[in-house]
């Protein structure tokens, strides 16, 4: 298995942009993460998605930021409009979760790298 | 507040030593543990987990150690080798849910 797969590797865009940041899980994972990391904040969950359906977006910043994850292979997370403060890596992960407890690993894949300036 | 610490933010060690490396968490609602390496450019891999009916599991050179009167766990590496040479980072939930707080990380130098 190729592992999770995040493109772009790297973004630089400009302020007030609009950034779109794809994810594809690994095959048969039927949780998916999306995390911000920073120098200031450390590695931040900002939403997951069991089976498609997004559970928990409490850590999703502000309004500007949406995911959506259309089906089991594939998940977006968008920036509109973009700021320089949201320069940062992105993570996006998964996992296989049965039943209401996890005790699986999240497996990452490489990041995506933004720069918003 | 941070709820996961790990107030190291580096550590060297000689190669061949044992590596321990710590972390303090704060809500006592945290049941289930993971450890996590990175290396640079890479996205976080995970190395070992305990949950909290434990007190210590071990994989291979690494074991994990869990106190959870002081709300405290270390992670010991033995026998440190360069290829360990990485950022851990420490993560913690609650409920066995799947909403991990990770700790900010310490960064371990093993040198040869």
């Known amino acids: 298995d190729a592992g999770v797969i995040q493109s772009p590797r790297h973004e630089v865009t400009e302020m007030g942009q609009e950034v779109t940041l794809r994810c594809k899980p690994i095959?048969?994972?039927?949780?998916l993460f999306w995390y911000r990391q920073t120098m200031m904040r450390g590695l931040e969950l900002l939403i997951y998605?069991?089976?498609?359906?997004?559970?928990?977006d409490s850590g999703m910043p502000e309004d500007r930021f949406s995911a959506k994850m259309p089906n089991a292979s594939f998940s977006t997370l968008k920036i509109q409009p973009s700021e320089p403060r949201d320069s940062a890596v992105y993570f996006c992960?998964?996992?296989?979760?049965?039943?209401?407890?996890?005790?699986?690993?999240?497996?990452f894949g490489p990041g995506t790298r933004l720069t918003v300036l | 507040d941070q709820q996961v610490k790990q107030n190291s933010p580096s550590l060297s060690v000689q190669e061949g030593r044992i590596s321990i490396l710590n972390c303090d968490y704060t809500?006592?609602?945290?049941?289930?543990f993971l450890w996590y390496k990175k290396y640079p450019a890479e996205g976080p891999t995970f190395l070992i987990s305990?949950?909290?009916?434990?007190d210590k599991n071990e994989d291979g050179r690494f074991t994990v150690f869990l106190n959870k009167s002081a709300k405290h766990l270390s992670l010991h590496i033995v026998p440190s080798q360069p290829g360990d040479s990485a950022v851990y980072f420490c993560?913690?939930?609650?409920?066995?849910?799947?909403?991990?707080?990770f700790g900010p990380g310490t960064r371990l130098s093993v040198l040869p």
């Open positions: 992960a998964s996992s296989l979760t049965t039943g209401a407890i996890s005790y699986n690993e999240q497996f």
């Open positions: 095959s048969g994972h039927n949780s």
């Open positions: 998605f069991n089976n498609n359906v997004p559970i928990d």
């Open positions: 809500n006592s609602m945290f049941d289930y």
């Open positions: 305990i949950s909290s009916i434990k």
């Open positions: 993560a913690a939930s609650a409920n066995y849910g799947q909403n991990f707080v």
